[in-house]
């Protein structure tokens, strides 16, 4: 497994026994004729997954050489179970009095050194052997392994150990100042370590290489068996000391927690490349906390802007932001010199996610988009999605700090993007809901609609079952008889006149058409027969003229007899007509001349529409009943998720309270919102500002958002809302109200009722967040409104901070904050977000980089097109330890002439 950027935990067995010790493989202090060689002893260690060990034999160095000697033997084998470990140089000493003390040196250290330190301790026993003791008590055995660079460790402090020391000999120890750390192997000596203000160690002691052999009634002790997780960069002496100067969070103890701190499943930015012209910077950062640090001016920032660019998160800036920022704008159309890339620019971002390696490209030439691809089988494989959707990284400036500090509410957006709260989903729902609720609204409209239709309908059903009723004793009448045999002579008539006509216009053609035959020469005597046929034919249709004349003679005098005297037959079927007429509402007869059949069949149909129209009211009534039903329930379950959502809320916001923050929230009391929310329910966007206004007109009636009945009132106000554009001014809730203008009621009573109403039961205002903060430990809460800026920026700052576990990137946080609010609110929170997401941190503040323990450190320089990495490490590294004290302190000198006039003065 590769180790990530800067430092990281090292599995480390802070005291370590060789065979060279002579009660190795037997119980301590009992010589043993073990058999196990070195080689054996060191595969034990690896195979333990042990990454250094200090060789602390009972008072001699003579394992060391021998250890390392075969360690190198073992790594130019190549075996594969060979695994890198390194070898602290140390011993373990009896001082007089039998106590134990380890005296821990570099992992380059010679034994030769070792040996020294026993001949300056004044040890005259046998090499190996705890019998023995120094000349030296506790106090000079510490000073003599200071002095000679050493980090005096006292052993098993439970046991043979410093606790045993009698109180008046431990005093001077403590007070010295050289003891800052113990091993402990007890939790009664885990407590009175760390109440010394020393830090607790702990290593196996292991005689034994497995836990067989450890002797009845004692706790086994092998290799792997008790360890410390140390962080640092690299496995020595200067790592081992800087993690002690860190204390608790850079080291952990096996016997409290077994689990691998280097192991993280929070997704990580691990590398950023960028390509200007001929220039290319790479910057590679660690999954805890990677700091840039860096002089006024030399680009910093810049490499946080292209990340932002790169992942298409410019648009999630303040659009006042966007143009401070506007050097970093993804826009096309400007030119080179107004902005950071041109078209031959590169950036990569690199990311782990869910075990698997991703790199997102963005090219100047292509500044719309950015290509996602994932390492798989050693080669890239280009990937589908949106650079932004897939790789959430929350991104803050100092400015928007500062605009989150002065506004907190707004920090419930961010609060609804985690998976306790998942408003996404929870939204996705709520729309679906709320669409579901406004379509069984429109149909129960349209319910009404149909109900309201029943009076009218059983009005015209009984007018026509009285005009049907009418009807049947009409034609049941003799009249009807007689009526029915003129009306049939009439049409009779009729079809004899229409077939006369007929008749005259075929005689007519027939003529013309005869007199066109005619011979234009008369017949000669050679056609006598002819001549006498024609002569007949002739005569015949002389005849045919004179009948011809008389049929249209006796029409045309029919005509106009009938235009002026009414035939006997027709009066009588008048006369008959006018008698069987229904009367109007008069109780005159009406002067249509519809057949009564004919009008009791068109009433008939319309009788079976008016009945099925009425079988339709009442299934319209009962689904009515079905569907008010089901959307009471909706309305109900609608409100029961809104409800939901405040608890997601305030328990996703109890894990980021601490003892300094507390943050409260007040369901659907944001009086911010409220105003803007009742505008647009009622459709009025200005005007009747005292309506509106906080504590008067329809908010007069709202009880404080602490107050038990709130929401009761609020629902009370919705209901207000609902009358008042029923009733207006004699709505009965005026009085629960202040002051309504006059004007207001009419304005409301234009609206559509069914949609106003449907919205202002899908209206939920707003939650309100209220941060409280304390300015000194023990001290009274107070809200954050009445602190300063600094105080707002650094309450809200460690609020960010333990949000979500998306890879979270600030750039200068600490512009607003004094040193006292950094150190008191920030530096914790840093260090305990950073063991569950990744914080790049860009700052000029020592307190972050130092206090905070920055696992990597990035000294920035000014470069011609990209910045330029001076220096890159943990403060483990001297070079980074020496940029930190010149950038951040002045400097050496400056820093030591501070602590001396503070301090020491």
Not at 544 to 570: G, Y
Request: hydrophobic share 40%.
């Amino acid at each position: 497994m590769q180790r990530p950027a800067g430092a990281s935990w090292r599995k480390i067995d802070i005291h370590a026994h060789s065979p060279s010790s002579f009660d190795f493989g037997a119980e301590e202090g009992h010589r043993s004729e073990s058999t196990v060689t070195v080689d054996e002893w060191l595969q034990a260690y690896m195979d333990a997954g042990i990454d250094g060990l200090v060789l602390a034999d009972h008072n001699t160095g003579e394992g060391i050489e021998i250890a390392r000697s075969r360690l190198q033997a073992l790594r130019e084998t190549r075996d594969p179970s060979f695994r890198e470990l390194v070898i602290f140089s140390g011993v373990e000493l009896t001082v007089n009095d039998g106590y134990h003390l380890l005296a821990i040196f570099d992992v380059d250290t010679p034994s030769s050194r070792v040996d020294r330190l026993l001949a300056r301790c004044n040890f005259q026993g046998s090499p190996g052997s705890s019998d023995a003791t120094s000349t030296l008590n506790f106090e000079q055995a510490v000073g003599e392994i200071v002095r000679d660079g050493g980090l005096a460790v006292p052993a098993h402090v439970e046991t043979r150990g410093y606790l045993q020391i009698d109180e008046r000999s431990r005093r001077p120890i403590v007070e010295s100042g050289h003891v800052v750390a113990a091993e402990a192997t007890t939790p009664a000596g885990l407590l009175k370590v760390r109440g010394l203000k020393w830090v607790a160690l702990l290593g196996s002691d292991a005689h034994h290489l497995t836990g067989d052999g450890a002797p009845d009634g004692l706790e086994a002790k092998f290799p792997g068996s008790h360890y410390s997780w140390i962080k640092m960069e690299h496995p020595n002496l200067s790592g081992l000391r800087v993690a002690i100067s860190d204390g608790d969070d850079s080291v952990r103890l096996s016997s409290e927690s077994g689990d691998n701190p280097n192991t993280f499943s929070h997704s990580v930015i691990t590398r950023v490349v960028v390509i200007k012209d001929s220039a290319r910077f790479e910057q590679v950062f660690s999954p805890w906390m990677p700091a840039i640090i860096g002089g006024r001016g030399v680009g910093k920032s810049t490499i946080l802007e292209l990340v932002r660019l790169a992942l298409g998160r410019f648009e999630e800036l303040p659009s006042r932001l966007q143009e401070d920022q506007s050097y970093f704008s993804p826009a096309p159309g400007r030119t080179d010199e107004s902005r950071f890339w041109g078209n031959s620019t590169e950036i990569e971002v690199h990311f782990s996610k869910l075990g698997r390696k991703y790199k997102i490209a963005w090219r100047g030439s292509v500044p719309g988009a950015s290509t996602i691809s994932v390492l798989s089988e050693g080669a890239w494989a280009t990937e589908p999605g949106s650079a932004t959707e897939r790789f959430p990284v929350v991104m803050y400036s100092q400015k928007q700090i500062y605009e989150t500090a002065q506004r907190p509410q707004s920090l419930l957006r961010m609060l609804d993007q985690q998976p306790d709260v998942d408003y996404p989903s929870w939204n996705e729902r709520f729309a679906q809901s709320c669409n579901e609720y406004r379509t069984r609204r429109s149909e129960i409209s349209m319910l009404d609609g149909v109900i309201e239709t029943e009076a009218r309908l059983r009005g015209e059903l009984a007018d026509a079952d009285a005009e049907l009723a009418q009807l049947n004793v009409i034609i049941n009448s003799p009249l009807i008889s007689e009526l029915d045999g003129l009306v049939k002579q009439e049409q009779a008539t009729i079809v004899q006149e229409r077939a006369a006509v007929r008749l005259e216009v075929a005689i007519s053609e027939a003529l013309s058409d005869f007199d066109s035959l005619q011979p234009e020469e008369p017949l000669t005597e050679n056609w006598a027969p002819v001549v006498a046929r024609v002569a007949a034919v002739e005569a015949s249709v002389a005849e045919s003229r004179t009948a011809l004349a008389r049929l249209v003679s006796s029409r045309e005098t029919w005509i106009l007899e009938s235009a002026t005297t009414p035939s006997p037959s027709s009066v009588r079927v008048e006369e008959i007509r006018t008698t069987l007429r229904p009367p109007d509402s008069d109780g005159e007869a009406t002067e249509t001349a519809e057949d009564p059949a004919s009008r009791r069949e068109v009433l008939a149909e319309r009788k079976t529409a008016l009945e099925q129209s009425l079988r339709e009211v009442e299934s319209a009534r009962t689904r009515q009943v079905s569907e008010v039903a089901l959307a009471k329930a909706l309305l109900l379950e609608i409100r029961t998720h809104r409800g939901n959502l405040t608890w997601s809320r305030k328990a996703a916001l109890s894990k980021l309270e601490s003892s300094e923050i507390k943050l409260d929230l007040y369901a659907q009391a944001d009086e911010d919102s409220l105003e803007s929310d009742l505008r647009v329910l009622s459709n009025k966007p200005t005007l009747f500002d005292a309506i509106y206004a906080k504590g008067s007109g329809l908010r007069s009636g709202l009880v404080h958002p602490q107050h038990n009945d709130y929401l009761a009132s609020i629902d009370k106000l919705k209901a207000a809302l609902k009358d008042l554009r029923t009733n207006g001014a004699d709505s009965s809730f005026i009085g629960w109200l202040g002051t309504i203008e006059g004007r207001f009621f009419p304005h409301l009573a234009a609206l559509d009722a069914h949609n106003l109403e449907t919205e202002i039961d899908l209206w939920f205002p707003q939650d309100r967040l209220q941060v409280r903060y304390r300015e000194a430990p023990g001290g009274p809460f107070q809200s954050i409104d009445q602190a300063s800026p600094g105080q707002k920026t650094a309450a809200l700052l460690a609020v960010i901070l333990k949000m979500s576990s998306d890879p979270l990137i600030l750039d200068q946080p600490e512009d607003d904050l004094d040193n006292k609010l950094i150190s008191e609110l920030v530096v914790s929170a840093l260090k305990q977000s950073k063991v569950s997401r990744q914080v790049i941190v860009v700052t000029h503040n020592a307190n972050v980089v130092v206090n905070a323990d920055a696992e990597l450190v990035c000294v920035m320089e000014h470069g011609a097109n990209v910045p330029h990495p001076s220096a890159i490490g943990s403060i483990q590294s001297d070079l980074v330890r020496e940029a930190i004290c010149l950038i951040m302190e002045g400097g050496e000198p400056a820093f030591v002439a501070r602590y001396k006039k503070l301090v020491r003065a």
